[in-house]
């Protein structure tokens, strides 16, 4: 009987601590959870800083939710997608630019619109990604393509800018065959990493050339690159590089060093770069960033003869976030993208990163040590009428591929008459 | 029972067990013993290949879609891109160029050494340590050395007063397989010089010894002596040699991405700008390239063999 009694006592304790133990874990398994998010921009301290304090605020506001952020750099990052995501895995939420459409078409990536409080973003960016009538991606990022300028250096060619900040093409020749007679460098450019910068001269000229309905139908294969005006818009181009405009290291010249360039060493008298030259430029001067006391101004890209929309500009989406289709727990990634996404997250982008973004965000009066740059940056979107997106959101396969080989490289470094460049452009781009 | 006596029962226990023969293991034993690194091999080479070689007659579409094509890949890759034939042409140069300089240029430094030139330890690892550093620092060193502004290459031509001579090496399409090529060379010259230094001193030294007493020149002891001993070591450089060319990439991926104008694409930075950069999840025409490369390879790593293979045994 004892041993009856001793075996019972066994047994209900047994399944006591069971019930206990299995108590336990599924409760800790419903709130322990942990949000994978795979992140590019791991170079960039104050975009870093930015979205770890999102993964903390949510972390907060759900007790047992982990944010774990592994950061990248863009190419491994979009090849370690292209290889997790066909198997099933991958992590719940990851960065993305809008025109990687193939993770759309793919259905890699899920519709936020009944999971994101779409309050919180500007309409005009959420455009971007919206795909048939759905949208895809939470746009962080926003930029305009601006021309950023050395006020020194322009004064020292003796250049004055008008008051709407925009020289006329034969004005902005001039600037650099100016620069180049005293030994400075116009444009400072390279494509040493990137395949697009070497475009940022040809498409701005294209854009207000064209005006925005045919530019779109030119990189989306509607419109010949040996349209007349095309064709003009090159020859000033091909006019710019026999001026010596882009430096002799070009071809090889990186895009962070592009910026070193510009405001270190050597010098140059001009930048084209989207907005988020910020990123780079606006850390320390140890760290390779701009000096405190470099006289930045941003001009407008020139007015192009008989152009259809001069006050055009390129805005476009950089950085978003999206959320696998695989994920399995899509209402905890929605509340992270949410968390990025409010008005204050908003209000910080924009005064740490001093960069737009596609998040609604009250900010009137700028503080802080470059408050100057982005009333200037505010300024300089007076009055002008946007295109959203970059060529490179509307090229895709071998069109990209030429576009980065041709209208990026190899055109503005010199290598191709207008001639070949249209010629190589409407082979892989025209569908006419 | 005495220790010395249990001593002496367990010895004539022991003399009287058949030999065990560590080569004769039962089937339980090999199978413990290969089975880790089986797995390892099927589940990391045999699968991806025979994957590679499914996907190369298939369309790969989202969510494990497949769609057999048939040779629909190869025949649109052998009759409608050009970017491929160009990087095929761009691979066929820099193999063959780059798998003769590597193997003779090596050849050459190994002889210097093994003649005892003056400095020869130091030249040794002076030599060598290239072979010791990374793709990565290796392109990014060169890259600085290229540079137009701020390059040694162009600093060193200035210097010499053939500022005329001055370029953007990786930026022309004329310069930029050529200097990567240099680039790659110097990687890996020191390699097949210590595989031929360590031939060199593994020649038997009574034929050496009976040639310089027979009047031999040294040029003559080069052609009809060693060259001929080291036959099977030149073979072998020139087959890994050129198999590692055949499949270039990192060099090239780091140093100019395929650039300017597809001068330097190569088959494998295609395969993988087709893979992962032309916005698309297919897998099978790359797949296709991949396979077709590797046929290509095998072919011609057969007929370099068959071509290069010792005919008559030498004896010594």
Redesign the interface.
Known sequence: MHACFAMRSVAAVGLVTAAILGGVATKASAQNVTLEVWSHEADEPAKVAFRELAAKNLEKSRPGAKVKITWYEKNPLFAALKTALPAGKGPDVFYLEPDQVEYITASYVIPLDDLVNWNNIEPWARKVWTHNGKTYGIPQEAYTNELYYDKDALKKLGIALPANGQLTQAQFLEVAKKARAAGMTPISQGVGDRPYPGAYISGEALLRKLGPDDYQKLFTGKLSFADPRVVEVLKWVKELVDAGAYPKNFMTLKLGESHYYFYSKPGAVTLPMGSWYTGRAFVPEDKGGQPEKFPLGIMQYPAMDGGACNQCKTSAIGASFVINAASKQKELAAAFLNAMSTPEMGKMWIETVYLQTGIKADVKNFSGPHAAYFTELMDRQKGVTYFIGSPRDMVTGECKDTFAQVLNSAFPGGLLTVDQAVQMMNKSCYKG | MSISGRLSRFARRNSARPEIDARRAGIGILVVFLAPALLIYAGFTIYPVLRTFYNAFHA?????VVEFVGLGNFTALLLADS?FWKAVSNTAIFTIVATIVDVFGGLLLALCLFARAPLAPLLRVVWFTPVLMSYVVVGIVW?WI??????LANAVLHWLGLGAYEQ?W????STALSSVLVAHVWKWLGFNMIVFLAALHALPAEVLGAAELDNCGWLAKLVYIIIPMLRATIVNLLVLSFIGKMMVFDLIWIMT?G????STETVSTYVY?R???????DLGYPSAIAVLWFIIILAFIAIMTRLLRQRDRLEF
Request: hydrophobic fraction near 35%; avoid cysteine.
């Open positions: 790969i579409k989202p969510h494990g970017i890259v290229y540079d137009y502004d701020w390059g953007s990786l930026g022309h399409p991405g650039g300017p104008l597809w700008k893979a992962f950069e032309w916005n698309t999840f």
